[in-house]
């Protein structure tokens, strides 16, 4: 019998997940800055917390969703976004109470689950960096969600961006907006894939992001939203737009990007890169956008919230791509060798005390030979060995080399003890 992975999950491996670990700090430090806090929802939600609030025609609920009923036959979803969830702790922890802090802002990271068709930056456990700011309807605050979208992702070396931008207005909006749409779909309604014929009947808007030829050949002459926005919209995507220009972030409104999403209103955004590791095509790194009717629907207040989700294997999948070197220092600072048995209890008390002086240090567990020591000592590109042998440990000295420039003196163990720092000092 051979155990495999489940279709669409990855093992991710040493030396990949210090790639993860760098992504995650440069995260945690830069949402610091515009004061997001972490929150850690359960990574299964009742069934319902999705169902009610990712819209019944969506991709995600009709057709991704990995839900199960467990032993107790609640009807359970392993997550398939971040959104929900937070928005049912918010609720729940009654959050949107006057004396929070509003805006009140939050992000997460960690895993999200859909059942899609494995590809290439497509799996079926996936991880997200996510924020949520609710709490305030200011154009202000999407120009900052996405220019802090904008500036995490340059953190990382990306360059060859294309932020698209658009609006969805407000309820008057989508409601005029989806009379026109059902007006130019119906005469083609025998021609629309079947999926989009159902999106007719019950979410036009979603036709405009079908991924189907024929589809995407009708839409191209549909209306267009910014058409219909009511003067509130209006003036709302304006003020975005020039709160962007003022910040010097260069985007182009997509008037087709509507979203997977039914909860979004006025702006929404992706951020897309045509890295060669989706060969040359642009593709979505990060998608967000204001929304409202979310904490309501989840039984708070109305209160709108701006977020966006970032996916954590694109991302990683460009930084290879474009052999973007992370400055990940994982190297061994001291290996330390003992010769003999007799000196068994003397490098283990040795590498610990070096470990608790701050520093990186390991040393033979296999019973091997000096020279297989020194070995291990390069193949984990130590910068210092430490050799002690049984001659050494009766004088209480141990040898200390330096692995670069090949210099080698003899210390004493209690120097070593008390500060190794200033030991190695002597060898620089
Ligand atoms: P797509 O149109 O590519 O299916 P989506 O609209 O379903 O994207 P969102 O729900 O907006 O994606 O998720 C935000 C980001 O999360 C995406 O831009 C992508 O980077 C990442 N993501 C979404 N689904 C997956 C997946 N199955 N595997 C890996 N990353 C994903
Ligand atoms: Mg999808």
Redesign the pocket.
């Known amino acids: 019998m051979k155990y495999q992975r489940p279709k669409g999950t990855q093992d991710i491996l040493p030396n990949e997940s210090e790639k993860w670990q760098y992504v995650e700090t440069v995260t945690r430090e830069l949402l610091t800055k515009y004061r997001y806090q972490e929150i850690r929802t359960p990574i299964f939600e009742s069934f319902e917390v999705f169902s009610r609030t990712s819209g019944e025609t969506s991709?995600?609920v009709t057709k991704?969703m990995y839900d199960f009923y467990d032993k107790g036959k609640r009807h359970i979803t392993l997550r398939p976004e971040g959104t929900a969830g937070v928005v049912r702790a918010f609720v729940e922890n009654k959050l949107f109470a006057p004396e929070v802090q509003k805006p009140f802002k939050t992000f997460y990271m960690g895993p999200m689950f859909?059942y899609?068709r494995p590809q290439s930056g497509r799996l079926r456990q996936f991880h997200q960096i996510g924020v949520e700011a609710f709490g305030s309807e200011e154009p202000a605050l999407d120009v900052e969600t996405i220019a802090m979208a904008v500036s995490l992702l340059k953190e990382f070396g990306l360059n060859n961006l294309k932020v698209a931008l658009n609006t969805l207005g407000d309820a008057q909006t989508r409601q005029d907006y989806r009379q026109a749409l059902v007006d130019y779909f119906t005469p083609f309604a025998a021609q629309l894939s079947d999926d989009s014929k159902v999106r007719l009947e019950k979410n036009p808007l979603r036709i405009l992001d079908s991924k189907d030829p024929a589809d995407q050949e009708i839409v191209e002459n549909a209306p267009v939203i910014l058409d219909y926005l009511t003067p509130e919209a209006k003036e709302h995507f304006t003020t975005v737009r020039s709160l962007l220009d003022a910040l010097g972030i260069e985007y182009v409104v997509d008037t087709e990007m509507v979203r997977?999403l039914d909860y979004y209103n006025h702006t929404i955004f992706e951020i897309m890169s045509d890295s060669k590791a989706f060969g040359g095509k642009w593709t979505t790194v990060c998608a967000g956008g204001r929304y409202s009717g979310l904490v309501e629907q989840l039984g708070g207040p109305e209160m709108s919230g701006v977020g966006f989700g970032l996916g954590v294997e694109r991302l990683l999948l460009i930084l290879d791509a474009e052999e973007i070197q992370l400055p990940i220092d994982n190297r061994l600072d001291v290996y330390v060798v003992g010769i003999g048995e007799v000196t068994n209890e003397e490098t283990l008390k040795l590498v610990q005390a070096l470990r608790q002086q701050g520093l990186i240090a390991d040393r033979d567990y296999l019973g091997r030979k000096p020279k297989g020591q020194f070995k291990s000592a390069a193949r984990l590109n130590a910068k210092y060995t430490l050799t002690i042998g049984e001659t050494e440990l009766a004088e209480q000295r141990a040898n200390l080399k330096n692995m670069d420039a090949k210099e080698e003196i003899s210390v004493s163990l209690a120097d070593l003890y008390t500060d190794f720092a200033a030991v190695a000092e002597k060898l620089n």
């Open positions: 991709d995600i991704e859909r899609e997977g």
